[in-house]
């Protein structure tokens, strides 16, 4: 940590900003093998909670596409990949999913045609590798797939658009404001096997 000069004390998603300082620097990142268990159980504490990390992606990305991160491709890239699509991911769930749904609806009764067949298809796909992506966690963390919960997440990833809104206002009036999260640990759920560490090239 001193040889990267800490970190920024006004980023609220501290660990985005580390991250990317850590890489910067040459040094070497993994993904632990254990599952945390703290996640927000209900939507009242869930929103503030992702609204502060959808405004601390933005805070880093502010800060370090001016910073050495960006200065090489490789870094640019990892910024846009992983910071820069997740904020506008975040930001336009919700719009594009309430004007699928008007199409549908429009459709039903008869006001305009259906909605192309080949559109349909990237719907259906892009939710199948969300799910799939589901499964794969769940069962990782050793927990067993529910079709509700993965079929209900269609329903859920709008919500991350008005949470993604607060954090856009938020960035703006109250940019250091810190939404305290309650944390509810949970017992964690046997695994069969620890999961194989994954580790990544630096930036540079």
Same mark, same amino acid.
């Given at each position: 940590?001193? &040889?990267? &000069?800490?970190?920024?004390? !006004?980023?609220?998603? $501290?660990? =985005?900003?580390? *991250? +990317?300082?850590? =890489? =910067?620097? *040459? !040094?070497r990142l993994g993904v632990i093998a254990s599952?945390? +268990? $703290?996640?927000?159980?209900?939507l009242g504490p869930w929103f503030p909670q992702r609204a502060r990390w959808v405004k601390g992606h933005i805070q880093t990305l502010a800060v370090h596409l001016r910073g050495p991160a960006a200065r090489s491709p490789r870094g640019l890239a990892s910024l846009v990949l992983t910071l820069a699509l997740s904020v506008a991911s975040s930001h336009l769930h919700g719009p594009l999913f309430f004007w699928l749904l008007a199409k549908v609806v429009a459709a039903l009764l008869g006001v305009e045609g259906l909605i192309d067949g080949g559109d349909f298809v990237v719907l259906a796909l892009g939710w199948s590798c969300a799910s799939i992506a589901g499964v794969r966690g769940l069962e990782r963390a050793g927990i067993k797939p529910r079709f509700l919960p993965l079929f209900g997440a269609i329903g859920y990833w709008p919500l991350q658009s008005l949470a993604a809104v607060n954090a856009a206002v938020q960035f703006v009036v109250a940019p250091f404001h810190w939404d305290k999260t309650p944390h509810q640990p949970r017992t964690p759920a046997k695994t069969s096997a620890p999961a194989t560490p994954q580790t990544g090239r630096s930036l540079p």
């Open positions: 940590m001193r &040889a990267i &000069a800490g970190w920024d004390a !006004y980023n609220v998603t $501290e660990d =985005a900003d580390i *991250g +990317f300082r850590l =890489a =910067a620097r *040459g !040094y599952p945390t +268990f $703290e996640t927000p159980p209900r």
